[in-house]
């Protein structure tokens, strides 16, 4: 029985170019790498192929063979993106999926025990095809047993082939031109001069002067053709789904409550969704209620697939006002069910800023005008000789954007000032003394004294003489005091954290 199966959707970048380009489809067409005359083609369709246009030849080239030709630039990052998509498109299909690295459109999949599910091979292909026309791309299959075989013969054949064994499989893959396969451009003319242009040609060829003359890869490609080189299946693992789960330390009933846990959830969600380029297809919540009640699932779906996180929480909302609730709910599940997003979508995502200022501005605003100008303040450095007047408060009037630095490599500490210090009643600092009881019982021992730390001077305006330490505490704080050796009294300064 067959056990393997190549899916080929043929010049996928190409396709992916089409469904933005419908009107070149009636042209000859081919993805280039860059957008200039000396650019690399790199994909090109059938009406390209039969005017001579191959896949290594320059823009300006092809454009000698073809005048009519249409061609652009897909990224890199859009392909891998639509290659995870359409696996995952294909899992529901086999249980075991592998993309091809190099030639993106390829799949391989196990097929081993798909008879028990499907009448037949034939079958199980048509229904992969017709599930990959609903996306809009055309694809051909060969169901058989080896890699290459199957590879070969879903490159240089159109539709559904099923073998029945190993040598139909071998004859089959040995009458494809070599021009229907992701062979290096350079390999394939110097094959074509010496009239090399099938792979049953191609394996007639000595395998050890074949490496001599055109290197590694050449030879890799015969041992594989050969049979010589084994090469299992590599499945690529399922991404995972976009699920959040959150468990409430207090059940919540109130809708308001619920929305804005919602949101929570689904953001990181629509951020994953957003890399991936997918939208949001539809939401399923999932509740737990307390004491007992049965879960209740709800999914709500948008009438496009949407990354408008307003729109997809206001069906949310008016979902949930309209559900009775049996109790409060103590666990919530958001999972986002994914379609392709189109570019707009996300364009419209990227150059969305990740903060409304205006919106935190007009907050501010009603802050100041309930509470008081002083309940909105910004601090700013400034130059002082104590730790505490190196800064100072100042009114905030609005944000303003400002670069965002790079993060550093590891989380930063933070000082915590106590505004007034607070007075330690603990005699002054003993560095050899492990166990000196810097504040008494509430902050226990100290394990760790570093210091001291000597700020000294302030003529101007009363003299000053502090030792300041770090101590690091029994229960894991890490605390910040200094001696003042005129007032003889330890104070607490603040904390790191």
Avoid at 409 to 438: C, I, K, N, T, Y
Wanted: hydrophobic share 45%; proline share 8%.
């Amino acid at each position: 029985m067959p056990r393997l199966a190549c899916i080929d959707i043929p010049a996928f970048p190409l396709q992916m170019l089409l469904h933005e380009h419908a009107e070149w489809k009636a042209h000859p067409a081919a993805v280039v790498a860059e957008d200039r005359p000396q650019a690399v083609v790199l994909w090109t369709n059938e009406r390209a192929r039969r005017q001579g246009v191959l896949r290594g030849h320059r823009y300006a080239a092809a454009l000698s063979l073809a005048a009519q030709l249409r061609a652009g630039v897909v990224a890199p990052e859009r392909i891998a993106r639509r290659v995870a998509e359409v696996t995952d498109r294909l899992r529901p299909h086999a249980p075991e999926i592998e993309a091809h690295r190099e030639s993106p459109g390829v799949f391989w999949l196990n097929v081993e025990g798909l008879e028990e599910v499907y009448t037949s091979h034939a079958a199980w292909a048509a229904a992969v095809c017709a599930d990959l026309a609903t996306e809009g791309f055309g694809a051909s299959v060969a169901v058989g047993f080896t890699r290459f075989g199957t590879y070969a013969v879903a490159r240089g054949k159109r539709g559904v082939t099923i073998f029945s064994s190993e040598g139909e499989e071998a004859a089959a893959a040995g009458r494809i031109s070599l021009a229907r396969l992701d062979v290096d451009p350079a390999l394939r003319d110097a094959l074509d001069r010496l009239g090399v242009r099938t792979v049953e040609a191609f394996l007639k060829l000595p395998a050890s002067g074949l490496r001599e003359r055109f290197g590694i890869e050449a030879w890799r490609l015969h041992q594989l053709a050969a049979g010589a080189a084994f090469a299992p299946l590599q499945p690529d693992p399922p991404r995972p789904p976009l699920r959040q789960h959150a468990i409430l330390d207090f059940p919540e009933g109130s809708v308001e409550g619920l929305l804005f846990l919602t949101k929570r959830l689904l953001d990181p969600s629509i951020e994953m969704m957003a890399a991936r380029g997918q939208a949001l297809r539809e939401i399923i919540l999932r509740m737990l209620f307390e004491d007992g009640p049965e879960p209740r699932e709800e999914r709500i779906r948008p009438a496009a697939p949407t990354l408008d996180v307003v729109q997809i929480l206001g069906l949310v909302r008016l979902r949930l006002e309209a559900l009775q609730m049996p109790a409060p709910v103590e666990e919530l599940t958001v999972t986002a069910e994914t379609a392709p997003a189109t570019r707009e979508q996300l364009l419209l995502f990227a150059s969305k800023p990740r903060r409304d200022l205006e919106a935190a501005s007009r907050a501010l605003a009603r802050l100041r005008a309930e509470f008081g100008d002083a309940a909105v303040m910004r601090v700013q450095l400034a130059d002082g000789h104590l730790p505490a007047g190196r800064f100072r408060w100042e009114p905030l009037e609005r944000l303003e954007r400002t670069p965002v630095p790079r993060p550093p490599p590891e989380m930063p500490l933070v000082r915590r000032f106590f505004a007034p210090p607070v007075q330690l009643h603990s005699p002054p600092p003993r560095l050899h003394d492990d166990g000196w009881l810097l504040g008494g019982l509430e902050y226990g021992p100290v394990t760790r004294l570093h210091g001291p730390y000597v700020i000294s001077g302030r003529w101007w305006s009363g003299a000053i003489h502090r030792d300041y330490y770090y101590a690091e505490m029994q229960r894991g704080e890490v605390l910040w005091v200094f001696y003042d050796r005129h007032r003889r009294r330890c104070f607490l300064e603040g904390r790191v954290e």
